[in-house]
């Protein structure tokens, strides 16, 4: 198939030139010189928007050296596909829609791709190596390119690599099987994405942070590998609706702002690990939070199981409970006096009483259902720290 290309400029007189023409090349080259050369009764510094309309089956383009309008805008024709082995941009800001390419290479202060099939993207790479190059070794520094705007609307991307730090990033109503934030490599200062919003039935199989990310937004998708690598610390996490299948390399430490959803996290990845104390420590917080949410008598039931045993989680706490127990008891059994008995024996029969050796028989009215309740609430107690015992380590 051959290639058409379709260039439109407005001008800041509110009028419009275009010029469409068949391109015989196997490679595209736009900058400032080619759009003079097609347009050279054109005054460049009225042009305020450039558009291209592509359809080819095999064209390789490369946008550099590009400075008349901040933004370029690349679109298919309604006909005929915009198929392209490789797609480069440096130092434009891009706005690309419906394109399917091998390869696309950006390094871009704002990023627009819309219903666009990739098989694989870079994302600030070019800037990163540059960085890389010119790095001093002795100094601090990110290795990052920096951008600003990064947004994915109704693609489909086999592998996405970036290697950038970010004030926001959106992805939105796309599949995603391999969604890389590298942050750059080397250098000591760890990239900061500020805000990564994933939202609208989105589809990642494997999503890998090495980088900082401030707030992590999911609504109504679908994360299958939530991966963290060494630089990876997330501030805040809010999810909707959301599936997190699985989750490795992740700790208390990941995350500055921890609610159900990060422990749902840490628990994910422990269990990979086979780390009880984390497993538990996890699914405690997971199940306070839980009743956090009861009111009435449910949330004071949640309190009560909290103290006495961390929801199961924390088995040891029933001796704390059971001390409280046996003090009470000794207390009233103080005040009574039961048969006149001195303080030394209201502790013994305290102490055994939780046990149900207290010698009932010297008690008789309140006393005796006293140290009865004590009995059956040691009982209860003690199938609590039972059952504490197999939740905190089955594992």
């Known amino acids: 198939m051959q290639t058409v290309v379709k260039i439109k400029l407005e001008l800041n007189n509110g009028q419009s030139v275009d010029n469409e023409f068949v391109y015989k090349d196997s490679f595209l080259s736009i900058c400032d010189d080619m759009i003079k050369k097609i347009f050279p009764s054109v005054d460049t510094c009225t042009i305020v928007s450039c558009c291209f309309t592509i359809g080819s089956d095999n064209l390789s383009v490369c946008v550099s050296n590009y400075s008349l309008t901040d933004e370029i805008c690349f679109f298919a024709f309604h006909n005929m596909p915009m198929k392209l082995h490789s797609f480069q941009v440096f130092g434009v800001n891009i706005h690309l829609v419906d394109c399917t390419t091998d390869l696309l290479q950006l390094d871009c202060e704002k990023i627009l ?3 666009c099939q990739i098989a694989q993207a870079n994302i600030g790479l070019n800037g990163h190596y540059e960085v890389l190059k010119s790095r001093n070794s002795q100094t601090d520094t990110c290795t990052a390119y920096t951008m600003n705007v990064f947004d994915i609307r109704s693609c489909h991307i086999e592998t996405l690599k970036t290697y950038i730090q970010c004030n926001y990033v959106n992805v939105q109503e796309s599949t995603i099987s391999n969604f890389y934030f590298y942050g750059g490599f080397v250098g000591k200062v760890v990239a900061v994405v500020n805000t990564l919003n994933i939202w609208q039935f989105c589809q990642i199989r494997n ?8 707030n992590l937004k999911v609504e109504d998708s679908s994360i299958s590998k939530f991966i963290a690598k060494g630089k990876c610390h997330i501030g805040d996490i809010s999810s909707v609706s959301t599936e997190w299948s699985d989750a490795y390399n992740f700790d208390p430490e990941s995350f500055n702002n921890k609610n159900s959803v990060v422990w749902e996290i840490i628990v994910k990845s422990a269990e990979h690990s086979g780390n009880s104390q984390i497993i538990a420590e996890a699914n405690y917080n997971i199940v306070k939070a839980l ?3 009861e009111k009435g008598l ?11 045993s961390g929801y199961g989680y924390k088995p040891l706490r029933v001796f704390k409970a059971g001390s409280i127990l046996i003090g009470s008891v000794f207390v009233l059994l103080v005040i009574l006096r039961p048969n006149k008995c001195k303080v030394s024996q209201c502790l013994a029969y305290a102490v055994a009483g939780i046990a149900g050796q207290s010698g009932l028989t010297i008690c008789n ?6 140290v009865t309740l004590e009995y059956l609430l040691g009982v209860i107690l003690f199938a609590v720290f039972v059952n504490g015992l197999y939740l905190r380590y089955k594992n």
């Not at 449910?298 to 006495?308: E, L, Q, S």
């Not at 009215?365 to 006293?370: A, E, K, N, V, Y």
């Open 291 to 293: 009743y956090q949410e």
């Open 298 to 308: 449910g949330k004071i039931m949640g309190k009560v199981f909290d103290f006495c």
């Open 113 to 115: 791709l819309a219903e």
């Open 365 to 370: 009215g309140i006393s005796f259902w006293i």
């Open 207 to 214: 999503l890998e942070v090495d980088c900082q990310v401030n």
